[in-house]
C-alpha cells in the first residue's frame, strides 16, 4: 500500500464549516497537521474514523506546515478506553501532541504508544503505572539520557537507602537534604527497571517524570488533568493509585 501510513489522531477541532483540521501521530513521520477536507459533512465517510485511540491507515499530499488529508482507513476499532482509562489515554495524547516536534520521526515511540494505549484498554485497576513506563519510554526518545544506578558525583552504583538529589542535566547525587527533588536509591533502582513494586515507589515515578517532563511541556497547564479532576469529583474512584490531581 504505497503512500499509506499507520497513524493515530492525537487530537482534532473543527475547520470552516464541514472541515477538521487533525494533529496525527504518524509511524514514520511522526507528529504532523492536516486539514481533512468535508470530514465532518452529512455524507463523509471519515466521519467515524478520524477518532483518538482508532488504528489508521492513512495518506496525505500538499507542502507547508498543513497537508491535506487524501485518504483515511480504520484498520480495526477504536480500542475501547473509558473512564480512568480514556482520560489516562486523553492525556497521552496531550503530551505528544505538545511535546513533538512536528514532522519528526519517532518509529519506535509510535510503537511504545499503541502498547500503551493497548494497555490502558485491557487493565482493570489502576492505570498509572502504564503512564509512568510511557512517560520514562518519551524521555529515553526525546534523548533525556539519565542514570538512575550511579551517583552523578562519585560514580559510584546507588544503595537502597541512600538519598540522591536530582539536578537538572547532571543526574542523581547522593545528599543528606530531602526536598521535592530527592530520591532514595530504591526509588532510583525502580526507575531505571521501570517496576514499581509499591505505592511509594509509584509516588517517588510520578514525581520524577513530572520534574523530568516540565522542560518540554512549558507552563501551560494540560487540558486533560482538568478533565480529568472534573471526572474525579464526579465519580470518586475507590481504590485507585491515581490520585485526584494529575495523572
Known amino acids: 500500500m504505497d503512500g499509506w501510513q499507520r497513524a493515530f489522531v492525537l487530537h482534532g477541532r473543527p475547520y470552516s ?3 477538521l483540521l487533525l494533529d496525527l501521530f504518524t509511524e514514520s513521520h511522526g507528529r504532523i497537521k492536516l486539514l481533512a477536507k468535508g470530514a465532518r459533512g452529512r455524507r463523509s465517510h471519515l466521519k467515524g474514523c478520524l477518532q483518538p485511540f482508532t488504528p489508521l491507515l492513512v495518506r496525505w499530499g500538499g507542502k507547508g506546515g498543513v497537508k491535506t488529508l487524501r485518504a483515511a482507513e480504520a484498520v480495526s476499532l477504536s480500542l475501547p478506553l473509558s473512564g480512568l482509562t480514556l482520560y489516562s489515554g486523553l492525556y497521552v495524547n496531550e503530551v ?3 511535546v513533538l516536534e512536528a514532522e519528526t520521526p519517532y518509529s519506535s515511540l509510535f510503537f511504545d504508544y499503541l502498547e500503551c494505549i493497548q494497555s490502558l484498554a485491557g487493565v482493570s485497576g489502576s492505570p498509572e503505572r502504564i503512564l509512568r513506563r510511557f512517560e520514562l519510554a518519551l524521555l529515553g ?24 538529589r536530582y539536578r537538572a542535566e547532571k543526574g542523581f547525587i547522593a545528599s543528606l537534604v530531602v526536598d521535592h527533588f530527592s530520591f532514595t536509591g ?8 521501570r517496576e514499581f513494586p509499591d505505592v511509594d515507589t509509584l509516588k517517588a515515578a510520578k514525581r520524577f517524570t513530572r520534574i523530568a517532563l516540565k522542560p518540554y511541556l512549558g507552563g501551560k497547564p494540560l487540558k486533560s488533568r482538568e478533565l480529568f479532576r472534573q471526572f474525579t469529583i464526579k465519580k470518586p474512584t475507590s481504590g485507585s493509585a491515581l490520585p485526584v490531581d494529575d495523572q
Open 141 to 164: 526518545h526525546l534523548g533525556y539520557g539519565i542514570d538512575f544506578l550511579h551517583c552523578a558525583g562519585s560514580g559510584e552504583p546507588v544503595t537502597e537507602q541512600m538519598t540522591y
Open 186 to 193: 530504591r526509588d532510583l533502582q525502580a526507575l531505571a527497571n
Open 17 to 19: 464549516e464541514t472541515s
Open 96 to 98: 505528544l501532541d505538545r
